[in-house]
């Protein structure tokens, strides 16, 4: 039994230490909104905040956690990054299939969080990561740069 | 918008939600329904005695905003204010909501609004025309003499009017006409705007639900290996380690898979890790890319079925200039962002079936076969996809989850790892191309094109399978757009060895539109002439390519001056029923890197729905290609697939993204598909634009960057 701190409460997981963050939000916590992609650090469907940083919840081990934050994509509209980047979002109608994209708004809501005005090599670094097969990416650049003027 | 937005929440959200669930109306609400019974004059529309509106949607939800485009025309015609509108999604029936393309309810082939334009735009005309009709007969006035507004009917000499909820049940007792009249498109209203999609609100804050998200009470989690070797069967498997893995419940081993059951995926996944399973690889276990491509370069060599002739092919192959070629295509994954899973409840006298699929009747047919249940006992739920590009027009993974799931007791989602989901996949079939030209006086004057690869048709729908020619596979290529007077095309069915084969986004056109403007390429070059100008002057009784072809050039500045390295290629095609033209500009480092920097698109894709949709879906199609035409090759060793997971089958990514412009020709033509059309003008434009830059052809795709990287600049 792991306690985790999922999005301002206290979860108690009935999962081995070892078990990935993702599979414990998913299967056993019934939080869907997080992503499987790929399993190995390489799409970043899985996307979620430890204390405000991204990480891929498919690779993080629920016993390596401890009592840090972790923030997912049924939570990130309360954050004032995380409410903008939704909007733009939606204003620009980034979304396709949607399936990458909690993870991509996570990543982008990390971003805004740390650098309210990113340039282009900071949109790409923090989001290269973030495989999108539906191609949404012309617009996921844009609506992080309205989000970052909407501040 | 706001009030829509808030009934497709309210539906959405639920547990059991109507939106996703299909027709699932809990019992009390049924009856008290049937007291109250809604107006439901055909199986898109019903408006209940409060004047709600459903619309129901035939067609899947995989990205490409069909079930706004879909609603926009149904609202459109039975002339109801958008924010009034909510949508469900349809139950499988081949019946009520089959493709009228097709026959059977399927998603695909870019047609949902070419194929459901008509009987849609008749289908909420006939609804507005039996609410008006009730209306007259209320106010004891003639028909013609009443007109609708936003969900009202008026009479203007009498200034009367009705709310169409006060109309409900006398429109009930109507029959519907058969020709309703259908509006005026200068009188559109909704069609035509960019209005906001009706599915995105729930992808932005996790609340969506797709196959994967379902959670059935008490549901289990399983995930599987097949066998490798395509075709391989399991042998032995020791389970003993398996067994002792915290979680895990059951193992369950078929003929030629094994799936291991859990508490949840990481259970079930490390009990698959721990089993030891020994396979019975089978005859395919030496099958490898080289004695593919050996079988189909030899049999591309035979003539194939003739699908088109005109003029004398072979008599004018003898005059002008004669240029031959061959151009090829790998298998490629189609790697859908969600991987395939579906979930399945096998009861005893029933079953249920929880998953995202283009194929709503077959997908339900799949578990009655493997569950031997008649097909009203089999209830489907379709879920939004996450990505289909023509994977989710297979039914497999139904078939193999409910083979799982009749061992297991109570509901169980199977979900395939990236990495089976990329080594079992229905791939991109391998194609060969073999074209012969001749050019004349700066235009062609002969042309052959043999296609040669499998047909994917004579499987998937046999009875469309005529004579050896499978007709996706020649489309684009049988109705080049280009005039030419004497000109063969056939097709030689060849299937690939143990690799199975299915449609992949752009289909037929992907490989013919590739290895035709490819051609066209280098046939401009062998009469001395500049491409743009080569193909405009073969587009004279093709005005809408033409005029797209001229609007491309002119916006991405063709002709103007270019850096080192650099170059623009071009390309056109009149696929899915649209005509686009493309210009890609690239630059190729000195290591054989292409770098896509900039891409032009000008589309006449008939009238349009939704522009912004379009707008999208192109920008994402071009995306689509360009991984293809840069990263995608499945390759096959020992009888299996070598790639597994995005590290080594890779995907364009943010920062290797180019700039995009897509400029839409306004047209009153029937609407054309779009979905795939930027996933076929990728790929021949970027290899032309590298050609530009580097002088070298580049006649199979993925780029070759030894090649390029060979010759230093041009
Ligand atoms: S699922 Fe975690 S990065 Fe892909
Ligand atoms: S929107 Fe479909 S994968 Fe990104």
């Known amino acids: 039994m792991v306690n985790l701190h999922i999005n301002g409460e206290v979860k108690a997981v009935d999962a081995a230490n070892d078990t990935p963050l993702l599979w414990a939000l998913r299967d056993v916590l019934g939080l869907t909104g997080t992503k499987f992609g790929c399993g190995i650090a390489q799409c970043g469907a899985c996307t979620v905040h430890l204390d405000g940083k991204p990480i891929r919840s498919c690779v993080v081990p ?20 995380g409410r903008r980047i939704q909007q733009a979002w939606l204003d620009l109608e980034v979304i396709q299939c949607g399936y990458c994209q909690s993870g991509q708004i996570m990543s982008a809501a990390a971003l805004l969080a740390n650098k309210p005005d990113p340039d282009d090599a900071a949109i790409d670094a923090a989001m290269a990561g973030n495989i999108c097969r539906c191609g949404t990416y012309v617009r996921i650049r844009a609506a992080i740069r309205k989000a970052a003027r909407s501040a | 918008m706001t009030t829509s937005r808030r009934a497709f929440l309210q539906a959405g959200t639920a547990a059991g939600s109507a939106f996703l669930l299909g027709f699932h109306i809990p019992l009390a609400q049924a009856a008290d329904a049937a007291a109250r019974a809604p107006f439901a004059p055909n199986a898109f529309i019903r408006i209940d005695p409060q004047g709600a509106v459903t619309l129901i949607m035939p067609q899947a939800e995989m990205g490409q905003g069909v079930y706004t485009s879909i609603a926009m025309i149904l609202a459109e015609e039975l002339d109801v204010p958008w924010a009034q509108v909510s949508i469900e999604a349809a139950p499988p029936s081949d019946k009520l909501y089959g493709n009228p393309l097709f026959g059977i309810q399927v998603t695909g082939n870019s047609n949902s609004i070419r194929a459901f334009w008509p009987s849609l735009r008749k289908a909420g005309a006939g609804a507005r025309a039996l609410l008006t009709e009730a209306a007259a007969r209320r106010w004891k006035v003639a028909a013609q003499t009443c007109h609708t507004e936003a969900g009202t ?3 203007v000499p009498s200034g009367r009017s009705l709310a169409y909820a006060a109309l409900v049940e006398d429109a009930g007792h109507l029959s519907p006409p058969k020709d309703p009249p259908l509006k005026n498109p ?5 069609i035509g705007k960019s209005l906001k999609r009706l599915d995105t609100p729930e992808k932005v804050n996790g609340k969506a639900l797709y196959g994967i998200d379902a959670m059935p009470p008490g549901v289990k989690f399983a995930t599987l290996a097949l066998c490798p070797v395509f075709g391989g069967k399991v042998g032995q498997v020791d389970d003993s380690k398996a067994q002792q893995v915290p979680g895990v419940r059951q193992i369950v081993v078929l003929e030629d898979l094994v799936a291991v059951v859990g508490d949840h995926m990481w259970a079930a996944k490390q009990g698959l890790a721990a089993l030891g399973i020994t396979w019975d690889e089978g005859p395919n276990a030496n099958v490898t890319s080289e004695t593919v491509w050996q079988q189909l370069r030899a049999a591309s060599e035979k003539s194939g079925a003739v699908a088109k002739t005109s003029g004398d092919a072979d008599k004018a192959l003898a005059s002008g200039e004669r240029l031959d070629a061959a151009y090829e295509l790998p298998f490629l994954a189609h790697a859908p962002m969600e991987p395939l899973n579906c979930t399945v409840h096998v009861k005893s006298d029933s079953c249920e079936v929880w998953v995202g699929t283009q194929v709503q009747t077959r997908a339900q047919s799949a578990a009655a076969q493997v569950t031997g249940l008649p097909l009203d006992k089999v209830t489907l739920h379709n879920h939004l996809l996450g990505g289909g590009f023509g994977r989710r027009l297979e039914a497999d993974m139904v078939a193999t989850a409910t083979r799982i799931a009749k061992h297991v007791d109570g509901p169980v989602k199977v ?10 996949d229905v791939y991109r079939p391998v194609y060969r191309d073999v074209l012969a030209a001749s050019v004349a006086d700066g235009r062609v004057v002969g042309w052959t094109h043999r296609i040669t690869g499998s047909a994917i048709i004579a499987r998937w729908l046999p009875p469309a399978f005529q004579k050896g020619i499978d007709i996706d596979g020649v489309d684009s290529a049988v109705d080049i757009p280009y005039d030419i007077q004497n000109l ?24 013919n539109v590739f290895a035709i403007e490819s051609f066209m390429d280098e046939l401009a070059k062998k009469a001395g002439k500049d491409p743009v100008a080569f193909r405009r002057g073969m587009l004279g009784k093709n005005p809408r390519l033409l005029a797209a072809l001229d609007l491309a050039a002119g916006k991405s500045g063709w002709g103007s001056p270019l850096p080192a390295r650099t170059g623009r290629g071009v390309a056109a095609q009149g696929a899915f029923g649209s005509f686009i033209a493309t210009v890609a500009e690239v630059e190729v480092d000195e290591n054989g890197d292409v770098r896509v920097h900039r891409i032009v698109c000008a589309v006449d894709t008939g009238i349009v729905v939704n522009p912004d949709t379009v707008v999208a879906q192109l920008q994402g199609g071009l995306i689509f290609g360009l991984t293809a035409a840069l990263f995608g090759e499945i390759t096959i060793d020992k009888g299996r697939v070598q790639q597994s997971n995005f590290q080594n089958y890779r995907m364009l990514r943010i920062n290797e993204v180019p700039k995009i412009e897509v400029h839409l020709i306004a047209s009153g033509a029937a609407p054309g598909g779009i979905g795939e059309t930027g996933t076929t003008a990728a790929p021949p434009a970027v290899g032309n634009a590298i050609y530009a830059a580097t002088g070298i052809r580049l006649r199979r795709l993925p780029i070759d960057r030894v090649l390029l990287a060979g010759r230093k600049g041009a």
């Open chain 2, 186 to 190: 200068a009188d559109f209203k909704t």
């Open chain 1, 62 to 81: 629920i016993g390596s956690i401890g009592e840090r934050a972790i923030t997912t994509i049924e939570a990130i509209g309360a954050t004032p990054p």
């Open chain 2, 488 to 511: 063969r095309v056939e097709f030689q069915r060849d299937e690939p060895p143990a690799v199975p084969t299915g449609f992949w986004r752009g289909v037929g056109p992907n490989n």
């Open chain 2, 153 to 155: 009917v008026k009479h």
């Open chain 2, 415 to 424: 979900v395939w790892s990236r990495e089976e989901d990329i080594q079992h």
